[in-house]
């Protein structure tokens, strides 16, 4: 479903981000991708996300060379990405629904649709009966659970998850865990980037290490010792 072919990208003569990375994930895969301060893994979602399009390689996302979309394209593309944030990424000035139902509505989804799939996503997320709340009145797992609604509302092929669990102290970041669990067990893709040693280590996915921007290691039921 994703493959990297030779990918490089050098920020400037003396930042060289990713060098040389191939990687194939398939459809369903749960993957960590770890790595010390400045080895190279927010480039390798930013790529994804198609904030930053590498110069050299190619990247097939669901059989399309992302590196080639048109500009036109690329808001249809992100569609299909769910992406959660270490910060939450809320819209303070919105309740919990209208946070969720805000994706569907910029996509164009009819009343109805948009009323069934947020009130589908909230209760996965078990935020049943929080929809009327403005995210300051929730805790940091409840806000990373709308969050984690809002990716989910449009059915994304991919979920990319940032350091998801890096506000939350360690039982949330195990419940949030769980949920993203859940949610790979449901069969969406999950690639999520994290230093937090204990959470790669109990759950037993593959565990892409990258260092200088090498991929230096890519272990099926692996671990992460973090030297950080
Ligand atoms: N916009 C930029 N311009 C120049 N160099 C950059 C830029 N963004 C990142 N870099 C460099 O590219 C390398 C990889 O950075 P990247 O942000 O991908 O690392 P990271 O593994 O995500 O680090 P962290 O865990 O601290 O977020 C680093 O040497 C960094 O200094």
Excluded at 77 to 89: A, E
Excluded at 111 to 139: A, D, F
């Amino acid at each position: 479903m994703i493959t990297f072919n030779n990918v490089t990208v050098q920020y400037d003569a003396s930042h060289t981000a990713l060098r040389g990375v191939n990687i194939h994930i398939d459809k369903g895969e749960f993957v960590f991708i770890v790595g010390a301060s400045g080895a190279g893994k927010s480039t390798f979602v930013k790529i994804l996300t198609h904030e930053l399009v590498p110069k050299e390689g190619s990247v097939i996302v669901n059989g399309q060379d992302i590196t080639r979309l048109s500009n036109s394209k690329v808001p249809y593309y992100r569609r299909k990405l769910g992406i959660v944030f270490q910060d939450f990424r809320l819209l303070e000035d919105k309740t919990v629904y209208e946070n969720v139902a805000f994706v569907l509505r910029v996509t164009g989804a009819k009343s109805r649709e948009i009323r069934e799939r947020t009130s589908h996503v909230l209760n996965l997320v078990g935020l049943r009966g929080k929809e009327n709340e403005m995210p300051s009145k929730l805790s940091g797992g409840e806000q990373q659970r709308v969050a984690i609604a809002r990716a989910l509302a449009n059915q994304p092929l991919l979920l990319i998850a940032d350091e998801p669990t890096g506000n939350l102290d360690p039982n949330t970041s195990q419940e949030i865990m769980d949920l993203f669990s859940a949610i790979n067990h449901m069969g969406t893709t999950i690639i999520m980037v994290t230093h937090n040693q204990d959470l790669v280590n109990a759950m037993h996915k593959r565990v892409i290490l990258i260092d200088e921007g090498h991929i230096v290691s890519d272990v099926e039921k692996g671990g992460y010792i973090s030297h950080v």
